[in-house]
Nanobody, 127 residues
């Protein structure tokens, strides 16, 4: 079992920045691929970014490439999402997720493959 708790959301103006954090507890954090997903009101959950177990492989949704950066600190059991140049269309509840994998340098972009989810943190970008 892995417990995930997000923080760092809030209200920001377009063009601003936020840094989301996800704290993991329970099992060995480095055994898990980590991902961030966003769900806007009335829409399905969408993939944002994912990072492999050791951090060597990263993948982003096209909509956030060049603006968002995912990172992890296995010693601290943390994963982060630095969000820059925010746009109103980035408004969503952002959740981190964990997927246990044997392969060290794989990323996972499909929400259905993730085993554990946090409760989410609201990000609202005003125009």
């Amino acid at each position: 079992q892995v417990q995930l708790v997000e923080s760092g959301g809030g209200l920001v103006q377009a063009g601003g920045s936020l840094r989301l954090s996800c704290a993991a507890s329970g099992r060995t954090f480095s055994n898990y691929v980590m991902g961030w997903f966003g769900q806007a009101p009335g829409k399905e959950r969408e993939f944002v970014a994912a990072i492999s177990r050791g951090g060597s492989r990263i993948y982003y949704a096209d909509s956030v490439k060049g603006r968002f950066t995912i990172s992890r600190d296995n010693a601290k059991n943390m994963v982060y999402l630095q969000m820059n140049s925010l746009k109103p269309e980035d408004t969503a509840v952002y959740s981190c997720a964990a997927d246990r994998r044997q392969v060290w340098d794989i990323v996972v972009t499909t929400s259905g493959e993730y085993d554990y989810w946090g409760q989410g943190t609201q990000v609202t970008v005003s125009s």
